[in-house]
């Protein structure tokens, strides 16, 4: 019996053959293992298919995850984790008694503790039955009960545990434009704004978009942070690295990034965007205002989107240096929608919130055109939506408590400790970094890590060849043996070759620092005895 | 020179993905309701959307995880059962820093380990912590499983058809090939093992390598629960084509009645014994989302690997460290779905009490809704002396709409295909935002529209009466009593 299915529909779906794809390049073939425990299955029956390989093994899963790699939960991290496993079950069995982990920037995993507005108003939206109480009015501010009455208001039916709009609840994307708006002094529109479980998976998005294959590249900042090395990996483009010049604070040189497309254009890549992390991750930088208008400029005359990653805007230590968005100064150049493709990413993981387990962020879109939009919203709604309290974090942190309110005055009590206390600790680990024998570190204007460069002796490199390593994955590894701390070997963000260095985050508590200040003294004293020339 | 983002110049797999469940239809009844329209999305699995309230405990307990403050509180057990308190201290003992600290990339391992006890409970069989993974819903695992395995555009996926879009969406997206095997309509949707073979063989013959195989299981679209038998076939099938089986599990707690209940396919998968137990490899995904629990937009889901060769599992573990972790939140709802209430608990009674009740009126619903459609001109709601009934699972619905051959010519006329033609004429006339079957698939010349049996209980009649009303106008303004698309 003849079965007719939908053919053209079968047809759409089932791909002819067609070559925008191309294979992943050979390094990626190296990578991959040739013995798998499921290569020969001695004890089964014999297979009626015609190979031998399971289905899924690392031979023939997709190539791009095998070549792609992040190092912030790298192998460092897998070993500190078993070293911790070790010392619950022996406590004593090695010269520290916890791991301190300062290779991700995640704060309140270290004791910092979370804006309590925020979380009253989290905690009414997640359970709206407490608005009709009584005591309620007793154990939540005023002003915490008002928003979530608001909030509640722009979602349809009131249901927090509804699928909302692919793009985010509108009412709370209104509440983030006029957020931004605020911040920018230039106007900002809520169907430019997508919300997203964090920033990351808004970054993965505008990749999924740019990179048709390998031709296409994108501009990077070398060191960078490894998401956007993984994803472009992950999604088949090319990085082409622009390196940040340490000998000026990790300055941003446009002719360092003129010659870098230049080169990669030269090479037969198709360079579609610039990424810019601003403030600056692993190296904590801020933009000058002309140096932004100098990239804009650029990007305008070069036709590449700018990617500017802008997470840590509210992580801001020195007096001297502030925040402006790459959009407000397109803006300010009299630059509109028709002249230069801008996306901003935001998070509600970093700054003086911290709050990386709820997942929230967003991307501002701006300057592409109706149809392109619909293309992401499309991929947007594949997934439905980002999770609500998320989004509702989001709205909150782009538009917390104002002078009058209730809570304003805890509330800046609370960002004001939490954001003088990181400049504090920036400080006292910066000149401790420095104070090492070889170890140069620069200032973190900005974000959340420090970024030292260990000059490193060359029985040191020679020791590191030997066990096949890099040499600054060898000291983070004898840094963890010798004292639980964790760092993140500078390998895992891009280097100028024959460099070293290691990001360290900036978050532990204030009285954990001390004693992590002495033990990396004497462990290096130590590392440096054993290795000198 | 084209500028970074312009349309020309973006990835063509952008472009060729289709997502039903938000496309067309739904953007325009959007539309119609920015211009004051009343409109009836039945378009998704949105429970809470249309009304369905959340279950009291977990909201309490998640409230009191968001604000830790309140457990010190003295007041506190005054707007807060004790155990509720206890769950939150429990649950809040597991993270490292709360709600607001990055977890484990594949979730809090406490978590993982209350998930493999309920998978143990469920099946009778142990379950590794180790090999469960959590994820911002079960959309995101699956979407991380096609990814793995897709390389280029000549790996395919056997998915059946009808089927949930997402699996067609993540497919072009990943630029790998889908192999459509057709469910029997006249069978209850049912999987018949010759069709699968001749659909994996078709694409072999096309230059495919098949790589794995999706089952929706209970159904969707289709609201089908797969026998034993067929699972075993199944598996038997994977086995020996050397398929993945990817089991989409997340209606496996919208079952009302007991002669068809839900059998997990590892449950009959570890039955089956060597060498099928031990080499057949399997991912089975679930879900808070559906069920009675209807908790979309926490964005909490998992998948279990079973058999999958460790080097295999690290690279999947590498990938979802680059997003992190998933959302604590959604995590704490994943546990407390999987570790309900228990009877002597105090919120025990309130907690079978509000459930029940959800089950309950989703299966009145879902009798309305059949014999409403049933009742109307050339509609036909698939099933058998009851069998449909008695296997209905989901929360969606699949009449089939006889298109009359005037209908179909005006529809190309407005360049729209049959089925969405008519979907947008109900939408237009009566607010109802369905999804085309054309959305999931279907068999050339034969239509359906995917509704929900999500609305209101109290607002069923009158819309089933309002698509009656539309239906039986419409096939009078079309029908022209020569014959119409048939089965």
Redesign the interface.
Known sequence: ML?????D??KH???P??S??L?ASAAAADLV?SS???CT?S???A???S?K??????E????K??K???A???EIVILAQRLQQELQSNPGSRPFDEILYCN?G???????L?I?FF??V???C??P??LD?D??H??FSSDAIDRAWKILDVM??R????????QGIKGLRDLIAAGIAARDGFPANADDIFLT??A??AVHMMM?????SEKDGILCPIPQYP?YS??IA??GGTLVPYYLNEATGWGLELSEVKKQLEDARSKGVTV??LVVINPGNPTGQVLAEDNQREIVDFCKEE???ILADEVYQENIYVDNKKFHSFKKIARSMGYGEEDI?LVSFQSV?KGYY??????GGYMELT???A??RE?IY??A??????????QILASLVMNPPQEGDESFESYVDEKDGILLSLARRAKTLEEAFNSLEGVTCNRAEGAMYLFPRLHLPHKAIEAAKAAKTAPDALYARRLLDATGIVVVPGSGFGQVPGTWHIRCTILPQEDKIPAIVSRLKEFHEAFMAEFRD | MSRGLDYEVINENVKRVAYAVRGELYLRASELQKEGKKIIFTNVGNPHALGQKPLTFPRQVVALCQAPFLLDDPHVGMMFPSDAIERARHYLSLTSGGLGAYSDSRGLPGIRKEVAEFIERRDGYPSDPELIYLTDGASKGVMQMLNTIIRNDKDGILVPVPQYPLYSAAISLFGGSLVPYHLEETANWGLDINNLRQSLNEARMNGITVRAMVIINPGNPTGQCLSEANIREILKFCYQQKLVLLADEVYQQNIYQDERPFISSRKILLGMGPPFSKEVQLVSFHTVSKGYWGECGQRGGYFEMTNIPLKTVDEIYKVASISLSPNVPGQIFLGLMVNPPKPGDISYSKFVTESKAILDSLRKRAHIMTNGFNSCRNVVCNFTEGTYLLCLLSHVFIPQIKLPPKAIEAAKKAGKVPDVFYCLKLLEATGISTVPGSGFGQKEGVFHLRTTILPAEEDMPAIMDSFKKFNDEFMEQYDDKKGYSRM
């Open positions: 079965r007719r299915f939908a053919a529909k079968a779906l089932l791909r053959l067609c925008s794809l294979p293992s798998s425990p499921f299955s004890s089964a029956p297979a009626m298919s190979t390989t399971p289905p899924v093994s690392v023939n899963i997709n190539p995850i095998i792609c790699e992040y912030v939960r790298g991700i995640n704060p309140q995993s270290l004791g910092q979370p309590t979380r009253e989290l905690a009414l997640d359970h039955a407490l109480k005591q309620t007793g154990l349809p039916g249901a927090t545990g509804a699928y909302s709009h692919s479980d964090g990351s998976p999924q978009l740019l990179l048709r998401l993984a994803s992950l999604h579609r965007a036709g590449l989107v493709a993981s911290g709050e990386c387990g709820k997942r300057g592409f055109t149809e392109v293309q499309k991929i709604s594949v997934n439905l939506c980002s999770n609500i309290s998320g």
